[in-house]
């Protein structure tokens, strides 16, 4: 014969189930290191990535400015071709740059508050390590 459950049981049952269940929480992620984050420039400018070991090789009317990219194990060069003050996010470390251009534009490289750290005049055979950490910003003309 059947025993017949009351229909208070059953809710008293379910409540049980229901509060352990909750009891235990949602799955709590994995905690993680933050990713690295790949260099940027505004307005944008064309880049490519170049194996570690190879140099800055700039085509004429670009100042060409490298720096490590640790979301690719690359360095990545940025193509500065159009007359423009450019701002850096998340460049860090040393880079190189080249200055390309015609015209004798000379390029220049400024601080957090605008002051100038350094110029670079057309050079096509030379390509100089540069501290990225406190530039701001990149005038390209």
Request: hydrophobic share 35%.
């Amino acid at each position: 014969m059947r025993t017949k459950r009351s229909l208070l049981g059953a809710i008293g049952t379910m409540t049980l189930v229901l509060g352990s269940v909750c009891a235990s929480g949602p799955a709590q992620a994995a905690t993680s290191t933050p990713s690295a984050v790949a260099p940027t420039i505004s307005p944008a400018a064309p880049s490519q990535l170049v194996p570690a070991g190879d140099h800055v090789t700039c085509d004429t009317g670009n100042f060409c400015a490298g720096v490590w990219d640790p979301t690719a194990d690359q360095w990545r060069v940025f193509f500065l071709y159009d007359c423009d003050r450019y701002y850096l996010s998340n460049w860090h470390g040393t880079g190189e740059v080249m200055n390309s251009q015609t015209d004798n534009a000379q390029a220049t490289l400024h601080g957090q508050n605008g002051d100038v750290l350094r110029t670079f005049p057309v050079d096509t055979t030379d390509a100089p390590d540069v501290d990225w950490e406190p530039v701001w910003s990149i005038r390209n003309c």
